[in-house]
């Protein structure tokens, strides 16, 4: 059993999720695929450890955003999607919200869905859209652009912070919320008094300015103007 998806192979997908009705639920889609869908039951302490039991060229995983609770993991989706990504794993994140903290690793997301949207589709549309960006084809409203970002206020956020933008090349009129940490961007203490004296501070990033909503906008590769 298994699923051809452009030049890949898929023989088995990995559900990873702390509530077990979830992952039955997700199951199910999988085995409509007539694919072996692997129930990933037992807690995950070593986000590593657990990428070494995967088949890189040959597996596949669901994961659900919230992952924190029942003591199953100590990351929650978005950071195993960031791994799978980084190593070119195809993947689909679900959720049954969309998290703040998810902005932070939207680049390496492609394609996250609502849990009731859920489907057999979806899985072999974000693994296609995966594979593609592992190749470095991107669609229009994923293709990453530098761009001005206008930030026009900063605070805490647990060890992050939290940023509110405008991308002119988006839209000038709406603002976004994005989480980040003060390493991804340069010269903090700069965008600190920019902001103190003027209300405002601007920088260069890639953005996806193709995204059809502002819960699909990524920031990456801050630079100085």
Known sequence: MSLQLLEREIRRIHVIDDDPDVRGAYLVHVQDMDIQGIDVAHSISDIDSFFKTIDGDHDGIICDYQLTGRKYSSVNGDVY???AYERKIPFLLSSHFQPLSLYGQRRFIPKAVAADDFSAEAIK??????LQEFKGSYSAHRQPIR?????EGIQPFGASYQLNVVVPNWNPHVGVQIVIEASQIPSFDQI???????????LL??????????????FTDWRSL
């Open 81 to 83: 999607g960031k791994a």
């Open 125 to 130: 549309d974000a693994f296609v859209l995966c």
């Open 147 to 151: 761009t001005l970002v206008r930030i």
């Open 192 to 202: 600190r008094s920019d902001l103190d004296s003027q209300g405002e501070a601007r």
């Open 205 to 218: 990033a890639e953005v996806n300015t193709g995204a059809e909503a502002a819960s699909e906008l990524f």
